[in-house]
């Protein structure tokens, strides 16, 4: 069982950043793909951005040149860097473990392939 845990959600003003962190245990977790989804309410959870363990990243088209994900093996740690936010980027952002046998990166739109999660953290963007 892999324990995931997110921080850093708050309010920011549109066009402002913030900087997610995510832990998730295991001493493997340099194996692990790592993602970020975000869910609003009444609507399904929506990939945001990926990390393959061996190295590689994926973003959903709303975000590409705004959110970095990133990751620190050491730290057990992946990061998302969220620059340049609107208002419709508000939700409860998730983190999400995918330990080996891990996922083919085809399969990483779909929550539901994911196993293991975070309990989300209120992303807010408004003035």
């Known amino acids: 069982q892999v324990q995931v845990r997110e921080s850093g959600g708050g309010l920011v003003e549109p066009g402002g950043s913030l900087r997610l962190s995510c832990t998730a245990s295991?001493?493997?977790?340099?194996?692990?793909?790592m993602g970020w989804f975000r869910q609003i309410p009444g609507k399904d959870r929506e990939f945001v951005a990926g990390?393959?363990?061996?190295?590689?990243?994926a973003y959903a088209d709303s975000v590409k040149g705004r959110f970095t994900i990133s990751r620190d093996n050491a730290k057990n740690t992946v990061y998302l860097q969220m620059n340049m936010l609107k208002t419709e980027d508000t939700a409860v952002y998730y983190c999400?473990?995918?330990?080996?046998?891990?996922?083919?990166?085809?399969?990483?739109?779909?929550?539901?392939?994911?196993?293991?999660w975070g309990q989300g953290t209120q992303v807010t963007v408004s003035s």
């Open positions: 295991g001493s493997t977790f340099r194996r692990y793909n």
């Open positions: 999400s473990a995918d330990p080996p046998p891990v996922l083919i990166q085809s399969s990483w739109y779909d929550s539901d392939r994911w196993d293991y």
């Open positions: 990390s393959k363990w061996s190295g590689g990243t």
